[in-house]
């Protein structure tokens, strides 16, 4: 039987945050760099429309998403923490990006137990599903909710992600760190 129920968010929390700059910079002929992104909502962040970003976003996600980088370490720390509890991978994807995501994950080879491919930012429901004992995310709103739903969050810091923080959120800066943090809580049963 498996320790724990361990919930993941993809998109810049396994994947380097700022994947989809170059991409949209070029489209919007914009210079946005990484100190600048401040905000969640990319197109808050570009100075263009949501209605706008969401056309472009339809017609390029499948570029967007094709080459994103790994994290350092996330593959040796998702390897090991699977040895011994379930792994899920929850994204606010779309079903559109199914196939997709399953060739990212096998062609870097991540373990999981289940990927859930939600079509939006809502994650709390599927987190109960789960019965999820501790959620990695980068979305500050994502991590607020699932915080106050009763959920363990480790929030893996970005640039716009760096407020407030609530009693079940712990900030983290590395894999390395999620890996160290998700035993000493198995460690003192404060996890489960």
Known sequence: MKNL???????GTIIEAYYWLDVINKHF????????ITEYQIHKVMGIGR?????FYKKNKFKIHSNQ???EDVKKVIKELSILNNIYFVTARDESLTMLTYSYLKKNDLYYDEVFLLGN?????KAKELNCNIFIEDNY???IQLSEAGFKVLLMDTNYNRKKLTENI?????WKEIYVII??????NKAV
């Open 29 to 36: 002929n914009k210079n946005v760099t990484v100190d600048q």
């Open 141 to 143: 709103d994502n991590a």
């Open 170 to 174: 712990i900030r983290v800066y590395s």
């Open 69 to 71: 980088q790994l994290r």
């Open 51 to 55: 209605a706008e970003y969401e056309r």
């Open 5 to 11: 129920n361990i919930c993941i968010d993809i998109d």
């Open 183 to 188: 035993n000493e809580l198995l460690l003192h």
């Open 121 to 125: 930012h809502y994650k709390v429901e």
